[in-house]
């Protein structure tokens, strides 16, 4: 069945350090990609989303690169503040249902530290 | 988490308990979600509504049932609250059913079962 996989947290960077998050997935036809944020004690939120294969999705300086032939959505961005830890998670659409399913990944816990 | 709210915010019930977490939406949106969040596993779906007046099971059901009388409420009981049952739980919804489309969460319950 379709799945996503993300790197292992939890991630401790300083301020102004590059951030990656993997995420990789398995998925039969052409999912919508999407990586949600968790700020402590909330709910997600969207951080960005893609639909198709090569569209970037970009938002608050994260940008993921919807990869066809990878099977991957990696999440970056160039310099990390406090403001941005959170905990990650990589989710895609999965077609294959009759309603709006969503599959998320287990989730990266992301630390910046001053 | 505009638009999605979610009661009560923390409860900690005994072993045989039951009690109905309460989620209600403002904006219109067809679909809504229960889904439960613990500790390296991601979101996992309980039930789903895709309209008014419909209900249907997700990944992990078991304990559970739901009730969707009107477009703006989707509630999920517990009705023998058992310890595996601790767990943060979210409300969320979507506009349409077409898998691109944002999932907006409310800011979640904590449940705690002794």
């Known amino acids: 069945g379709n799945s996503v996989t993300q790197m292992e947290g939890p991630v401790t960077l300083s301020e102004e350090a590059f951030l990656t998050i993997n995420c990789t997935y398995t998925?039969?036809?052409?999912?919508?990609l999407f990586w949600y944020v968790q700020y402590p004690g909330e709910g997600l939120q969207l951080l960005l989303k893609a639909t198709k294969a090569d569209d970037k999705g970009s938002n608050k300086g994260f940008e993921a690169t919807y990869r066809k032939e990878t099977t991957s959505f990696h999440l970056e961005k160039g310099s990390v503040q406090v403001s941005d830890s959170a905990v990650y998670f990589c989710?895609?659409?999965?077609?294959?249902?009759?309603?709006?399913?969503?599959?998320f990944g287990p989730g990266t816990s992301l630390s910046v530290i001053p | 988490n505009a638009g999605v709210t979610q009661t009560p915010k923390f409860q900690v019930l005994k072993t045989g308990q039951s009690m109905t977490l309460q989620c209600a939406q403002d904006?219109?949106?067809?679909?809504m979600y229960w889904y439960r969040q613990d500790p390296g596993m991601g979101l996992r779906l309980i039930y789903y509504s895709a309209s008014e007046g419909t209900t249907d099971k997700g990944e992990v059901p078991n304990g559970y049932n739901v009730s969707r009388l009107n477009k703006r409420e989707f509630s999920l009981r517990l009705e023998s609250a058992a310890p595996s049952q601790t767990s943060v739980y979210f409300c969320a919804i979507t506009l349409t059913g077409v898998g691109t489309d944002t999932q907006y969460f409310g800011p979640g319950t904590r449940l705690t079962v002794l």
């Open positions: 998925a039969t036809g052409y999912p919508s």
């Open positions: 904006m219109n949106h067809n679909s």
């Open positions: 989710a895609l659409s999965d077609l294959g249902t009759s309603y709006d399913k969503v599959i």
